[in-house]
């Protein structure tokens, strides 16, 4: 079998892992050595594939058989499939020629199980060395640390990669034991509390010695299936804040279950893929990490799925009008940053312009807020924008028109005589 | 105070000296055109030479008053803003007259269109550090750009960093200007002509390795073209290998009883998933 034919077996394999980032390492260029890690913070995309994803890394697996049988995986060991597997060799050469024309930022590495998990990680160990010692390779690696691993060998592969993920895959006990029979909670966190034990008494090496080996210094990210299991988006959420609290984790990958198999236990092929929910899924993990929400306050008990209408932030500030209008000449950073249509950069900008004189209301557009929906939730010297009249719900109605030609799946209507919105 | 028209030479350098001389000369201009874009104006003009000696003074006030002001100044002068001198003179007038206090103040009129160009400058360079495509020619590598802006200057550094032994050209073909790069020096040159050698053996395959790949990893049940236009916009396909067609992935050197393949394996148009059958067996799930 040739590399093309290998490349294009291993690649589809690997296309449902939805991390794809080369952000967080900051690792300048060395003399003899090819290439860096992009000193930007949002890392640096070479391309989009054609549903819109980035693609940063050469993601591949190192070989798609595998001796477990997860019952959501195109891999599993009961799916008729064709199998391959990348020499350590092949995927190094195969790195480096993309990495020189500017393909690729560097190596995404999975894999499926071969034999054992551990000699699966020894050939993974194999082809980074080689892309390290021999090509001195110095781009961003992203290796994938397998379930059941001896802990002696994720070290390795810690010192080897820039960013380790250990996938979770199902957000709940249940749906693993149902689902992913060879995999257990244990072993999925176990390998996640080892590279964050291993990552910060990395750091503090560091500090004593100058040259001490960094171990995986762009963190850990881990993944999450949505929608092939009945679990709720609240108890999702508050498993992605426990992991950001608890295992320090850079990132949580939500990825919307497409259905490849047929199983009673999943849901049936012809199941569209659940993009919204993923797409809220992801703007309420920007709030965690960025707007200082709590999972608590966004969701409940009472309401354990996202509003598809309008997004996380839209909807907490619908529940709590008496939190608004929010002058912008006064409130303070984490004030303005619970108003939808600001974000980090324009709450910064404000920050700042507002030393210079007082703000209008005409100015916030210039710096870069988003007036469709942050005009009814801000006043500027006192004043809300000109000619603006609403109702709690008119409110509603006008942040859900604002948003919807933006949202994944959304089909364009006829628009009906008879239907037109109430002038408000 | 006079109003008039200045031309300089298109340097930074002259740039410069045109505000110089309206200092020194006591006037306002009214426009700021390129010695080439000669075109008849009521206003009274004036050709501006370039004196490095007065450039350097008016950058070093620049700088004193505001570092900030001199990198907008550096960057605005390589966007596709129209009249970007103006804009760039009347911030340097405003700087001079009342402080650098307005620069915070980001919805300033006089600021704010420098800073909306600077910033499409910048998100231009940021998206083109990924969208370059270089290809191996020899050992030298080589690629080409089709910008709005002149990014080349924001992209010599990222570039010799990361190839930093390596040789390789960068070819911006709406400037005419190229990057060269080799044993730790970069310039950037004028270049009027430009063709991309074909390709050998060695880098087709690579090609066709990397056209593989892009038309695999897509996963069709999330088919969605419009965030894949506005991540990356058309425009930017021109250059990329992976929207090239079929000609582009064959070798010009192959011997030639090999025999030409027709079609290369595995090429299909971009966006549609690779051709059924046992070349793309995952693809049928």
């Known amino acids: 079998m040739d590399v093309l034919e290998k490349l294009t077996i291993l690649t589809d394999a690997a296309k449902y892992d939805a991390a794809c980032t080369s952000s967080g390492g900051n690792r300048a260029s060395k003399k003899g050595y090819i290439g860096n890690t992009s000193s930007s913070v949002a890392g640096c995309c070479h391309s989009f594939s054609a549903d819109g994803r980035c693609v940063t890394l050469l993601k591949v697996l190192m070989t798609n058989c595998c001796v477990f049988d997860c019952k959501y995986c195109v891999n599993r060991r009961s799916n008729d499939t064709r199998r391959a597997a990348f020499t350590p060799q092949e995927l190094a050469d195969l790195t480096i020629s993309f990495y020189r024309r500017n393909y690729i930022e560097g190596l995404f590495l999975s894999s499926g199980v071969l034999r054992s998990p551990d000699h699966t990680t020894e050939l993974m160990i194999k082809a980074l060395r080689i892309l390290r010692e021999e090509y001195r390779f110095n781009g961003y690696i992203h290796a994938k640390a397998i379930p059941g691993t001896a802990p002696e060998l994720v070290e390795q592969l810690g010192f080897l990669a820039d960013r380790m993920s250990v996938n979770i895959e199902l957000p709940s006990e249940a749906g693993l034991r149902a689902l992913a029979p060879d995999k257990t909670k244990q072993a999925i966190l176990a390998p996640m509390r080892q590279i964050q034990t291993r990552g910060r008494q990395s750091k503090e090496e560091l500090v004593k010695y100058r040259h001490a080996p960094k171990f995986a210094p762009a963190g850990q990210s881990t993944q999450l299936i949505v929608g092939a299991t009945a679990d709720s988006d609240f108890h999702i959420l508050r498993l992605t804040q426990g992991l950001y609290d608890r295992y320090r984790l850079k990132r949580v990958f939500y990825s919307a279950y497409v259905p490849v198999v047929e199983h009673a236990l999943l849901p049936s092929k012809d199941v569209k893929p659940p993009l919204l929910r993923e797409h809220r899924l992801y703007q309420a993990d920007w709030l965690l990490r960025f707007y200082g929400f709590r999972a608590e306050e966004l969701l409940d008990e009472q309401h354990p799925d996202f509003n598809p209408l309008v997004d996380p932030k839209c909807s907490w500030a619908l529940a709590h009008l008496d939190f608004f209008p929010v002058e912008v000449n006064t409130a303070d950073y984490e004030a303005l940053l619970r108003v939808p249509g600001i974000g980090v950069t324009s709450a910064k900008r404000i920050l700042t312009a507002r030393r210079a004189g007082r703000l209008r209301v005409e100015d916030l557009r210039k710096m870069g807020v988003v007036m469709k929906r942050a005009q009814y939730f801000l006043t500027a010297s006192g004043r809300q924008a000109e000619g603006l009249l609403f109702t709690p719900d008119s409110l509603l109605r006008n942040l859900t028109a604002a948003e919807r030609p933006l949202l994944p799946g959304a089909e364009p209507v006829q628009l009906s005589l008879f239907d037109i919105p109430a002038p408000v | ?285």
């Open chain 2, 1 to 285: 105070m006079t109003e008039m028209v200045y031309y300089y030479d298109g340097s930074f350098e002259g740039f410069l000296c045109c505000i110089f001389d309206s200092y020194a000369n006591k006037e306002v201009l009214t426009a700021i055109y390129r010695d080439e874009d000669l075109v008849p104006t009521l206003f009274a003009s004036r050709s501006i030479p370039t004196d490095r000696d007065h450039a350097s003074r008016v950058y070093r006030k620049i700088v004193k008053c505001s570092p900030y002001t001199a990198e907008l100044l550096r960057k605005g002068f390589l966007t596709c803003l129209p009249d970007k001198e103006l804009y760039l003179y009347r911030l340097v007038v405003k700087l001079l007259r009342e402080g650098p206090g307005f620069l915070r103040n980001f919805s300033d009129e006089t600021l704010y269109p420098v800073l909306r160009a600077v910033r499409h400058l910048n998100g231009e360079a940021h998206l083109l550090k990924g969208f370059v495509r270089f290809s191996d020619l020899g050992g030298v590598l080589g690629g080409e750009i089709e910008p709005k802006n002149r990014v080349l200057p924001l992209l010599r550094s990222h570039f010799c960093a990361r190839y930093q032994g390596e040789k390789f050209f960068l070819y911006d073909r709406t400037h005419r200007e190229a990057l060269f790069y080799a044993n730790g020096k970069a310039v950037i040159q004028p270049l009027e002509h430009f063709q991309m050698a074909p390709p050998d053996e060695a880098e087709a395959h690579y090609r066709l390795l990397w056209k593989r790949f892009y038309d695999t990893i897509v996963i069709q049940e999330r088919y969605n073209p419009k965030c894949r236009r506005t991540n990356m916009p058309k425009r930017y396909w021109n250059t990329m290998t992976e929207f090239q067609d079929e000609a582009y992935f064959r070798a010009q050197s192959s011997p030639a009883g090999v025999g030409a393949p027709g079609v290369p394996a595995g090429i299909s148009a971009p966006g549609t998933r690779p051709g059924p059958g046992p070349s793309a067996p995952g693809s049928e799930i």
